[in-house]
């Protein structure tokens, strides 16, 4: 009899070992790679919401030779809103390819009413960021004063740009140096810095504070998912300021999740690095997180001091004027 000399065929304990730690490394790579990608189609997906936003406000300035107001209301005697209250995004759904939806408005009504309801709650997709993955999409409006909500309203990632005032300061209501504020409309020759260098829309990230395209709920309060005990008034739910909420400063735009708690009348997007603003000329521009909040403050007025500098991505400004 001969001894067999033939080597047993299979892996050894430390190839196995090996080809795991391989297939881990290359999981390791691909796995981000992936995710980068999928950010990449989600934020290509955002900058064409707002790109068709910027176009909407363009052919509403056409028609109506101004942009439509940030949202109207009757004025209190306190100054606060009385409603009804319907919002930008509610006036330019016929340019957006939603006649229909427009159609069903009657904008004398008060928008927290039971008769709004149905329309209200509706999501229109253009005004969602796919990657603001924590926003709901129904959210409660509460009032000011109780735990119970007022009513209920589809949420939105964008709102108009009320310049450096708070939205939400009853006094500084009529007083916004943007492009959006209660009831008076603004008209391009207000727009002393030029269409391209004013800021329209922007992103607001539903991690730190809700928003809404249809419009101002009279007394409502706009609830931080962080600090449900603080809060901002009704306007910020569709008006967005860089005004530090709270403080005398600005802070441009914003992606760190912290601040955000912190800033609930602030723009800023989950995107890494920045985000997307729609400016007056159509144009859509990422928005550096890096921004001078000097630079923030002049793109979000119309006072005719133009500021430039390193804020934007200009391979994303494409604005077709």
């Known amino acids: 009899m001969f001894k067999s000399t033939r080597r047993a065929t299979g892996f050894t304990l430390v190839e ?5 730690a391989i297939i881990g490394v290359l999981i390791g790579l691909l796995v981000p790679a992936v995710q980068s990608a999928r950010e990449s189609a989600r934020r290509t997906v955002c900058r064409n919401n707002l790109k068709q936003i910027g176009l909407a406000l363009h052919n509403h300035i056409d028609a109506k030779k101004h942009l439509p107001p940030g949202y109207t209301s009757t004025i209190l005697l306190d100054g606060d809103d009385g409603g009804p209250g319907w919002a930008w995004g509610a006036k330019i759904l016929p340019y957006i390819e939603q006649s229909d939806l427009h159609q069903l408005i009657d904008d004398t009504v008060p928008i927290e009413g039971v008769a709004a309801a149905a329309i209200r709650t509706k999501i229109v997709p253009g005004f969602v960021c796919p990657s603001d993955d924590r926003l709901e999409p129904v959210i409660d409006i509460p009032k000011i004063g109780s735990t119970k909500p007022i009513c209920q309203m589809a949420s939105a990632s964008y709102v108009g740009s009320a310049g450096t005032v708070r939205p939400t300061c009853i006094i500084c209501r009529d007083r916004f140096d943007g492009v959006f504020g209660r009831n008076r409309p603004v008209e391009p020759r207000e727009l002393m810095d030029g269409l391209s260098n004013t800021l329209a829309i922007g992103e607001r990230a ?4 809700s928003a809404t395209m249809w419009g101002v709920v009279p007394r409502s309060k706009l609830l931080d998912h962080q600090h449900p005990g603080e809060y901002a008034a009704g306007p910020a739910y569709v008006l967005g300021t860089t005004f530090k909420d709270g403080f005398n400063i600005e802070e441009g735009v914003m992606t760190d999740h912290a601040m955000m708690q912190s800033y609930a009348e602030s723009f800023g997007s989950v995107h890494p690095g920045g985000a997307h603003f729609a400016f007056c000329d159509g144009g859509v521009r990422f928005v550096f997180d890096t921004v001078d909040p ?10 005719g001091v133009a500021k430039g500098g390193n804020l934007v991505d200009p391979i994303i400004h494409d604005s077709p004027f």
Do not use: C, G, H, S
């Open 206 to 209: 539903n991690e730190w504070a």
């Open 16 to 20: 196995l070992l090996v080809v795991i």
């Open 294 to 303: 000097a630079v923030m403050n002049a793109l979000a007025t119309r006072d």
